[in-house]
């Protein structure tokens, strides 16, 4: 009797330790999945910006805005830390209301998208989320 509790004990050990590994798996390759959806945004967005400089197309300035929103949406899936989110929310906010306020900050901006894109949302060291706040200051006293 012993003998059998001890085999399907192990048997259902095993079938546990199994499962476990694919979950894993399956939250790390979900995880990968949204780092690059935001190193993909932050991408668009400074060729947006840079093409905006170029052209000065009011209609780059919409599209960059809305690439912040996916940036948004990919750090809140990643559990980035509400401090870092708090500003490019405000950010997102204000230039899909008034985009034309973005023409006022486009160099500023295009440094802020290269560091989100090289740093990503939760690097232990960031300092996109110190360029996102002075983005927001500017944004909200034109």
């Known amino acids: 009797m012993k003998k059998k509790s001890l085999s399907l004990l192990c048997a259902l ?9 694919v ?32 052209r000065g197309e009011e209609s780059l300035l919409r599209q960059a805005a809305a690439e912040l929103n996916v940036m948004r949406y990919a750090a809140g899936l990643l559990d980035a830390p509400v401090d870092r989110r708090t500003d490019l929310e405000a950010v997102y906010g204000i230039l899909s209301l008034y985009p034309e306020r973005g023409a006022g900050i486009v160099p500023d901006w295009i440094v802020t998208m290269e560091m989100a894109w090289i740093e990503g ?22």
């Open 23 to 54: 979950l894993w798996r399956y939250e790390a390759r979900q995880h990968r999945d949204l780092l690059q959806l935001w190193t993909a945004a932050a991408e668009q967005a400074d060729l947006l910006l840079i093409e905006y400089q170029e």
């Open 13 to 21: 050990l095993l079938v546990s330790a199994a499962v476990f590994a």
């Open 121 to 142: 949302p939760a690097a232990e060291v960031c300092n996109w989320p110190v360029k996102m706040n002075e983005l927001r200051h500017a944004l909200e006293h034109p």
